[in-house]
């Protein structure tokens, strides 16, 4: 029952280990899927020192910035010389690493490619580079390689130019499935699925989407919890026009037998949307054309009908779990 659920949930971090104590960014924190798979081979290849040219093109959000992450990260851990990820719009301020044997990451690089002087620039350094032997890894945000990326790249046979592409419906999945492990929470295979299928955004969309579990706890696979856990992100699809969580949660529960009555009906609604989902007294209240102080006693009224009669903890089990089906699974 949700009047228990917050006893239930254990002690979570704080909200400054989840943002600014990130958990390493290393290939094995990859999900390899067939939208990406040539690019992190391509990228563990140069890692390797298998290759000394490599560029990266792809959308937003999908992981070419945690590639670069990872090649340096990867050469932290072995102790080698610290090679960091660079914004290519910052590099005339870094510029002492244009001179180094050890890789060059640059990050962005579509952002100077409107600028005349610092492309030039920065295409000189890389020229200078390719000519001494020094390995260099470049990233480009755009749908795919264009004319002017390959004209800006020196040498541009000697470069390995690899495409990454927004994942699929699937792919999200399984990119859900392997960040969920990464940030050590437990979802409801139906839970992932709604957030794979229904939540739009790139992969730092569902990175965020997770994280905001994370704040609440890392068990979300019992019914309660998945209503919860879909309250709490009803933010992240607000932008979604065929999502509104208080008009399926309203419906079903105004057409369930467990509503015997209009009084009981309006009880069991200001309840799930106010206890079960958490969302916002104020929200719920216009949403049912009511005050937040009648939403409020009227989720009361129904919380104390579940502590005290047991065939009605009973039915709204059954309930809960069938609600749970229609919200993930329509």
């Not at 480009?140 to 000697?158: S, V, Y």
């Not at 009880?267 to 079960?276: H, K, P, V």
Request: charged share 25%; aromatic share 6%; net charge neutral.
């Amino acid at each position: 029952m949700f009047v228990e659920a917050i006893d239930l949930i254990e002690p979570v971090p704080r909200l400054s280990e989840l943002l600014f104590e990130p958990s390493p960014e290393d290939f094995g924190s990859l999900a390899a899927v067939s939208s990406n798979v040539l690019a992190i081979e391509a990228v563990q290849l140069f890692a390797a020192g298998r290759r000394q040219n490599v560029a990266i093109v792809g959308p937003s959000g999908w992981g070419k910035s945690h590639l670069l992450q990872a090649v340096s990260y990867g050469r932290q851990s072995k102790c080698l010389e610290p090679c960091p990820v660079i914004d290519a719009i910052d590099c005339e301020r870094r510029s002492e690493q244009f001179d180094s044997p050890h890789p060059l990451l640059l990050d962005n690089v579509q952002e100077v490619l409107d600028k005349p002087k610092m492309r030039q620039t920065l295409r000189a350094v890389l020229a200078a580079r390719a000519g001494q032997g020094h390995p260099s890894l470049l990233s480009f945000t755009a749908g795919r390689p264009t004319r002017q990326m390959r004209a800006f790249l020196p040498g541009k046979r000697a470069w390995d130019i690899v495409g990454l592409h927004a994942a699929t419906s699937h792919e999200r999945l399984q990119v859900l499935r392997q960040m969920s492990e990464r940030e050590g929470l437990c979802l409801d295979p139906r839970l992932m699925r709604l957030l794979a299928s229904k939540m739009r955004g790139n992969g730092r969309t569902l990175l965020g989407a997770l994280k905001r579990l994370k704040l609440e706890g890392s068990e979300w696979t019992e019914p309660r919890q998945i209503l919860w856990a879909c309250g709490i992100l009803n933010p992240f699809f607000a932008d979604t026009g065929e999502w509104d969580l208080r008009e399926r949660i309203a419906r079903f529960a105004g057409e369930h037998p467990l509503a015997v009555s209009t009084t009981a009906s309006a009880d069991l609604r200001a309840y799930l949307l106010i206890r079960g989902a958490s969302l916002c007294e104020v929200d719920v209240a216009r949403f049912l054309n009511q005050t937040p102080g009648e939403v409020y006693f009227r989720s009361l009224r129904f919380e104390r009908a579940l502590r005290e009669c047991a065939a009605t903890r009973q039915g709204f089990a059954l309930f809960l779990e069938s609600l749970v089906e229609q919200i993930v699974e329509r």
